[in-house]
């Protein structure tokens, strides 16, 4: 079976520090990993991905996540804070029972960045 | 806009009574996704059409859930006798094979509330 833990709930950065919200992940095989944001009563917003390639990926909105396979996690990253990317963030892997690219996801971090 | 979409945004069903939600996924998409989302909880994987062949079913989704795809094109979530426990946010997603893509793009969700 595949899971995703996002250790912390809830992560406070000032706005203009960095940042990095943490996944790790376990799963069969090869991972495919992806960080959606989520806001206040709505859908799920795709961030970025990884699927094969190199470890460092970037993604919408000035993120990016580093892949490291040895310690399994997934992390997602920004240099600088805005205090827009408040939100809900999810890491989620690819489960690759029958092939149907079906998502498993953490429980969520907050993100609260403030001025 | 091209997203996927669904209706109705809201629900307030009383318990017993039955409800039915749809989704209409990004055009030419041809996977389309079910999830549940209760608070404080990452999505929840509920089912997965290719086309209109229901391929996947979650355990989550007992017998009182129904989804259909007809044409291959929009879906219905239908539950039955509706229970209290079934208040959750219900999130569509849809993705297109191959091309390398594989993430999912979400609709805003339908929420529901058990009374």
């Known amino acids: 079976a595949q899971s995703v833990a996002q250790p912390e709930d809830q992560v406070n950065v000032a706005e203009g520090n960095p940042l990095t919200v943490k996944c790790t992940y376990s799963?069969?095989?090869?991972?495919?990993l992806f960080w959606y944001v989520q806001y206040p009563n709505r859908g799920l917003q795709f961030l970025l991905k990884y699927i094969t390639g190199d470890n460092l990926v970037k993604g919408s909105y000035g993120f990016e996540a580093e892949f490291n396979k040895s310690q399994t996690s997934f992390h997602l990253k920004k240099p600088s804070a805005l205090v827009s990317d408040s939100a809900l963030y999810f890491c989620a892997v690819r489960a690759l029972t029958g092939g149907g690219n079906k998502l498993t996801f953490g429980t969520g971090t907050q993100l609260k960045v403030e001025l | 806009d091209t997203g996927v979409s669904q209706n109705p945004r809201h629900k307030i069903t009383k318990r017993g009574q039955n409800v039915t939600f749809r989704c209409d996924p990004i055009s030419e998409h041809n996977r389309l996704y079910w999830y549940r989302q209760t608070l404080g909880q990452g999505p929840e994987f509920l089912t997965y059409?290719?086309?209109?062949?229901?391929?996947?079913k979650s355990r989550l989704l007992s017998d009182r859930f129904s989804a259909e795809r007809p044409k291959g094109s929009f879906s219905t979530l239908e539950i039955q006798r509706t229970e209290q426990g079934d208040s959750a946010m219900y999130l569509c997603?849809?993705?297109?094979?191959?091309?390398?893509?594989?993430?999912?793009?979400f609709g805003p969700g339908t929420r529901l509330t058990v009374t």
């Open positions: 997603a849809s993705s297109v094979v191959g091309q390398g893509s594989y993430e999912q793009y």
């Open positions: 059409f290719q086309n209109e062949a229901q391929l996947e």
């Open positions: 799963v069969s095989g090869n991972p495919y």
